[in-house]
């Protein structure tokens, strides 16, 4: 199985802050590979997909970027409503594999 | 619009079984696979299962190889978990979500339906 590693696993920001969070696959995924937001209570919501595809609808703020073993989520300028738990996922295989995830707090 | 609708959750003895349902709208079933990912108290996404588009193959996790199955029923627009010898390690919020079409992502998630294994 592949395993997803993230880094860090929580970040205090304040709001317009850029924040990078990484995700590191075991073995190589091509581009297959999506990020997702995760409000507590809530269902996660598809932000990236294919690495660097923005999701209809996802601000522009959000980037991706990456190939191969090593991607980058990139939140330009931070919002209120960007504090959250963020996921990487890999499609290159299955199992299907989540990151621990990365908590965004409030600095 | 796009909708997911879990049901079946409950409270279980370890050892026993219960099935999970997700009921889909808005868009063309027999076109997308299915997924169920599962989340424990406080813990990160563990995904589950994938039923293809048309039924023809599934995909478990290693955890649940052997004691879940998944399943569509095209008729009604659903799709199933069964989940045999549960364990107190099965407690979560289980979620059904739709592939994304060429299967790199989970596109759509419904609300989640929670499952308590404990005796």
Redesign the interface.
């Known amino acids: 199985d592949i395993q997803m590693t993230q880094s860090p696993s929580s970040v205090s920001a304040s709001v317009g802050d850029r924040v990078t969070i990484t995700c590191r696959a075991s073995q190589g995924v091509s581009s297959w590979l999506a990020w997702y937001q995760q409000k507590p209570g809530k269902a996660p919501k598809l932000l990236i997909y294919d690495a660097s595809s923005l999701q209809t609808g996802v601000p522009s703020r959000f980037s991706g970027s990456g190939s191969g073993t090593d991607f980058t989520l990139t939140i330009s300028s931070l919002q209120p409503e960007d504090f959250a738990t963020y996921y990487c996922q890999q499609a290159n295989s299955f199992p299907r594999t989540f990151g621990q995830g990365t908590k965004v707090e409030i600095k | 619009q796009v909708q997911l609708v879990e049901s079946g959750g409950g409270v279980v003895q370890p050892g026993t079984s219960l099935k999970v349902s997700c009921a889909a709208s808005g868009f063309t079933f027999n076109s997308y696979g299915i997924?169920w990912?599962r989340q424990a108290p406080g813990k990160?996404?563990?995904?589950v299962a994938?039923v293809w588009h048309d039924g023809s193959n599934q995909?478990?996790?290693?955890s649940v190889r052997g004691r879940f199955t998944i399943s569509r029923d095209s008729s009604r627009n659903t799709v199933s978990l069964q989940m045999n010898s549960l364990r107190a390690e099965d407690t979560a919020v289980y979620?059904c979500?739709r592939d994304?079409t060429?299967?790199?992502?989970?596109?759509y998630?419904?609300?989640?339906t929670l499952v308590t294994v404990s005796s």
């Open positions: 997924h990912v990160g996404l563990e995904w994938i995909y478990y996790a290693d979620y979500a994304c060429g299967g790199s992502c989970l596109d998630w419904g609300q989640g």
